[in-house]
């Protein structure tokens, strides 16, 4: 008894010395990026990668833009190394308070954000637009009324129309929408207006004149704009010092014309607003007011139940996907069975092609080929309503490849004198197949189709390559809104419960089907 | 009346010539034994007699029906109507039984009559117990095969291949797959079915079981039938000289 205790003790130790060195080394390798961070040899930007003009990835792969040629000339008058780290526009609060990035500096409208940041002042004043199609019959902004609108997510056009800040009137206007959807970039929002899939984008001047220029004059302007807004570089709120060696850097190359040649080569001249006149946000508050408006104005931080309430949503798009997808993959992927394991030559090839296709292709370029593909090489127009077949399609053909070689497998697990005993009692094909065989094959691959239907739970997150607002780009939206993780936790909460209890359903099937072996 | 009638058959697999010009009489009520080395083509034949290989020329015929055709040197087969109805002729019980595992007794041995021939249920259960009982396994009748033994599982097979009413059993060395003192007891529920006239063929290497239960031994070696006759003649006193090699080397 006292041995068992006396061992108990012993592996609660050693499970605490184990823990304590793992967090130990994870501080030992962090450290020296700390460190390097306060000695400021190295100056790390955040930018979305597909923000163009300001920061993306131009056509030999390399990272430019506007805000980066600037921060590049800080850089090189502070002696510093720049490091041009493209992020997830949902998870720029995590980036910069977890100190994985210096700043947030890619046409940044301070605009809303003026208490969750230590600001520069502007230096772009920037102005919401509307893109539609050249031929579209849209022509000034009420004409949008009915229409399906789409922004990039946690965007300044987003906030224009649904922000707290949000004038009335911009409120008025989304609500005229048919609906106000949310891409996770540029490029997305692009697809959707050329297939129709939506009639207009809402986004910032700059970007947006870059883009009908270099897509090819096919889309255009609207006249009237949204609404005004300034562009500022985000720095980590407290994080002064930083924000003041840029700031009086880039105040110096606005001096010297530096400033001036760089907005030129991008041709934003006519937006630059940098100014030596304008003052700090945060001084013209003294700090203690600063520091209580901050626990006041903040938004109201929603709790757990909130979050779980406002996630239902993507959780029964979740499942919807989830179930749908097994009601139509699996049938087809027996039917892909079938095909490989034909008489026919061809059509046993045509199958090993589609499988090999299906399972050598990642599923999200698979998603978009389903969604925009009809329009790019039918052109087809494409419904709204679209996007969820799209969706669903995507992810049957794509799961029926892998069902396809686990059922294959599993026919071939049944022994041939299964088939033979059979033939001899004067079964027929169908007879074999559906009574003998496959009941067989079922007890076989239960193990790996488990496998198979909790990857799918996880890869239901990939619909939001498409704009499906299931239930982990929802908890991404909330968490960006939030500057909180909890959304994504919850998230996760959901994805782990979900899957014990597919583990529990498989497993009971499995002890079902144990009478036998 | 002949229930089987095989011509001049030949099967090759590959390049390799399993079987060469066999020609094989089956009478009604007769138990024949085919005895001969592995490799000789025995399971081969059973396999071409049952359709579960095809041949590739020669004929064959059931209750004096052609059912095989030899067309150029070439056997052709005929439509599956007719070859569902010459299935019907005959059951096979194999080596590893082959029952089928999710099934339990009863419905191993009553499914086919009931799915495949449309049999009235009832009437099917009822012959498939009474035939349970003769075999001596009727109170195994809700068991799974894998709770039953090697012995028990081929008595299920047996009572299998007797529901459908066959005209004639084939046996592909039914107890090679058994212990010794289980295999007695299979060969005596042959024997009982050999003594009601059944009409049986039966691929052994049981030497002393044959001569007891056939009215003819056929002695297969290379692919061809080197002798047959009556089990005193082909057993106790070989005219050939393989038999004599093949029956020498079993008794040592």
Redesign the interface.
Known sequence: MQKRMLKNKLSVLLSIILLCSMIMSIIYVSAPKVQAANEQKTFTVGFDAEFPPYGYKNDDGEYVGFDLDLAEEVCKRNGWELIKQPIDWDSKDMELTSGSIDCIWNGFTMDGREDDYTWSTPYIDNSQVVIVKSDSDINKLSDLKDKIVVVQADSSALAAFTGEDATDENKALAESFKDLQQVSDYNSAFLNLESDMVQAICMDIGVAGYQIESRGNIFRMLDEHISSEKYGIGFKKGNTELRNTVQNTLLAMKDDGKFDEIAKKWGLETSVCLSSEDKFLDDSQSSNTSSEQETTNSPNKLNFGDVLVQLLNGMQATLLIFVLTLIFSLPLGLLITFARMSRFKIVQWLAQIYISIMRGTPLMLQLLVVCYGPYYIFNISLDQSYRTYAVIIGFSINYAAYFAEIFRAGIQSV?L??R??A??????RA?TFG??IF??MA?HILPPVTNEIITLVKDTSLAFALAYTEVFTLAKQIAAAQASIMPLFVAGLFYYVFNIVVAFVMQRIEKRLN??? | MKLLEINNLQKKFGDKVVLKDISLTVEKGEVVSIIGPSGSGKSTLLRCATFLETMDSGELSYCEEKIVKNENGKSVYPSKRVMKEAHSKFGLVFQNFNLFPHYNVLKNVSDAPIRVMKRNKESVLEESRRILKKIGIDDKENAYPCELSGGQQQRVAIARALVMNPDMLYFDEPTSALDPEITAGILRVMKGLAEEKMTMVIVTHEIDFARAVSDRVVFMDGGVIVEQGKPEDVIDNPKNERTRTFLKKLSL
């Open positions: 022994p004198g299964q033979e005993a033939a001899i009692l004067g079964y027929s007879q009574k003998i009941p067989q007890k009478y036998y072996h």
